[in-house]
Structures are given as C-alpha cells and as structure tokens.
C-alpha cells in the first residue's frame, strides 16, 4: 500500500455522462498530481494542487475539472465523456514541488463505451 | 522543453541475466532529478530509483542500479539477476525543480524462464 488511496479502482459509464474520480494523498503531502495514461498518448500530466490551490496545469481538457478539498484529498471530474477518454488516471503526491519523487495510487481505470 | 527518450519499445532478457534498459533526457537545466517506475500488469506505478543530477555516485537500490552520465544525458537503468516478477512496464521520468515529472514512452521487459 503506497498510502495514496485512489477510489473507485474500475468504472465504466457512457459517452456523456459525467464522472468523479476521488484521491486521498499520503499523509503529510500537500502536493496532488492527476495523470492520464491511455496507450496512444503515454502518461500525460494533466494538474497539480498544493495544499487547496491549483500549482501548474497540463493538458487537461477544459471538459475536466480538479480541486483539493482542506483535508488535501482531490477529486478530478470529468464530463460529457468521450470513448477517447478511456484511460488509467492516475492520483500522485509528495511533500513538495522540489525534486522529490511522487507516490502514486493504484489508479482509477475509466471505460467510457 | 524537457524531454525523455527511451528507444527500446520492448526488451526481452533470460531469466538470472542482467538487464540495460536505456533513458536518455533533454533539459538545460542543472538542477533535475532522474527516476525509474515499475508498472506490473495490475497497473500500478512502483517507484525504484531516483538519481540526482548533483549526485556523483551511481544510485543502486537492491538488484537496480541507476547507471548516470550526466555528459552524456544518459540515465540507464540495470536490473541485475532478473527474476519472473521483473515482467513490466519501466518508466524513466525526470523532475525538474518546482516542476512536474516528465515521463518517457516506457519499455516493455519480458523475463524469459
């Protein structure tokens, strides 16, 4: 267990339709980072939070949104669902910005049909 | 902008054998950390080493070495002594200061019996 709890492990759900996707960091980080690893694009960043305020977006799209709660968890929503938006999203944090390494969750699968 | 390359799409290795698998990465940065990601079947992403670009000696973690040539921009990862287990996805990423983790295309290793 890497201490970054990542919930639900699986969800599948239609084109359209909106999900959320929860993070709980390790305790003690601040730092949440979301990444998207689908097999044509690799694993993309796609927004960073620390301690409550948004640090440095990747490439999100604008049809998804994140925001960390005061108890540091975070959550990514992503709507109007496309198949392309299949993927592993994964949740990372750390202490800091610095150039630590990040612990990741086990990651969300999302199967969009 | 910052860049890793790693040229081996698959690799294949004998069982009890050792490993290279190559990163090389592009930043002009001075300050920058260098790490490697397991990425097993079941998905998740297992921290193995980290190597700091200030560090003179090469990072070693068990069976996993971290082989730096800081001229060459070179970030090599050997396994020594491979086992089944072994059989993942290995991701070299780089972290610049502040910054978040780039991550290369990652190379598929098959651990023959």
């Known amino acids: 267990d890497s201490g970054v709890t990542q919930t639900p492990k699986h969800l599948i759900t239609a084109t359209g339709q909106r999900v959320t996707l929860r993070c709980s960091p390790r305790s003690g980080d601040l730092s949440v980072y979301w990444y998207q690893q689908s097999l044509d694009q690799g694993l993309q960043f796609l927004i960073q939070y620390y301690n409550g305020e948004e640090r440095a977006k990747g490439n999100i799209l604008e049809r998804f949104s994140a925001q960390q709660f005061p108890d540091l968890h975070s959550e990514l929503n992503l709507s109007s669902l496309e198949l392309g938006d299949s993927a592993l999203y994964f949740c990372a944090s750390s202490e800091d910005p610095g150039v630590v390494g990040y612990t990741f969750g086990s990651g969300t699968r999302l199967t969009v049909v | ?113």
């Not at chain 2, 910052?2 to 050792?18: H, L, N, S, Y």
């Not at chain 2, 297992?46 to 990072?59: K, M, T, V």
């Not at chain 2, 996993?64 to 970030?75: E, G, I, V």
């Open chain 2, 1 to 113: 902008a910052q860049k890793i390359t790693q040229t081996q799409p698959g690799m294949f290795v004998q069982e009890k054998e050792a490993v290279t698998l190559d990163c090389t990465y592009d930043t002009s940065d001075q300050s920058y950390g260098l790490f490697w990601y397991k990425q097993p079947s079941s998905g998740e992403m297992i921290f193995l080493i980290y190597q700091g670009s200030y560090d003179e000696q090469n990072a070693t973690e068990g069976r996993y070495s971290l082989n730096f040539q800081k001229a060459r921009k070179s970030a090599n990862l050997v396994i020594s002594a491979s086992q089944l287990g072994d059989s993942a996805m290995y991701f070299c990423a780089m972290r610049l200061h502040g910054q978040n983790f780039v991550f290369g295309p990652g190379t598929r290793l098959s651990v023959l019996p």
